[in-house]
Nanobody
Framework: QVQLVESGGSLVQPGGSLRLSCATS????????MAWYRQGLGKQRELVAV?????TTNYADSVKGRFAISRNKNTVYLQMNNLKPEDTAVYYC?????????WGQGTQVTVSS
């Protein structure tokens, strides 16, 4: 089994920055991709950013130029800059390998003045 634990969510003012972290443990295969999803209140869950084991990244159009995903082995980070109220959501990290996709419990990010 694989466990993921997110941290770093907080209340921040518009224009501010946050860095989310996701630590993993358990039986992790070397070949995997990791990603961040988010779900705002009353909204569908959406993919925010993904990074492969080779370091290839991809972003949702709504966060391009503001968010950056990175990883150190099997820990993944999401640097979020110039935050907007519409970024308010629960952010989830995932790890996907040939067996399954594993999810963390989520961390709340609230952007408000």
């Amino acid at each position: 089994q694989v466990q993921l634990v997110e941290s770093g969510g907080s209340l921040v003012q518009p224009g501010g920055s946050l860095r989310l972290s996701c630590a993993t443990s358990g039986s992790i295969f070397r070949l995997n991709s990791m990603a961040w999803y988010r779900q705002g209140l009353g909204k569908q869950r959406e993919l925010v950013a993904v990074i492969t084991d080779g370091g290839t990244t991809n972003y949702a159009d709504s966060v391009k130029g503001r968010f950056a995903i990175s990883r150190n082995k099997n820990t993944v980070y999401l640097q979020m800059n110039n935050l907007k109220p519409e970024d308010t959501a629960v952010y989830y990290c995932t790890l996907r390998d040939w067996r399954s996709t594993y999810w963390g419990q989520g961390t709340q990010v609230t952007v408000s003045s």
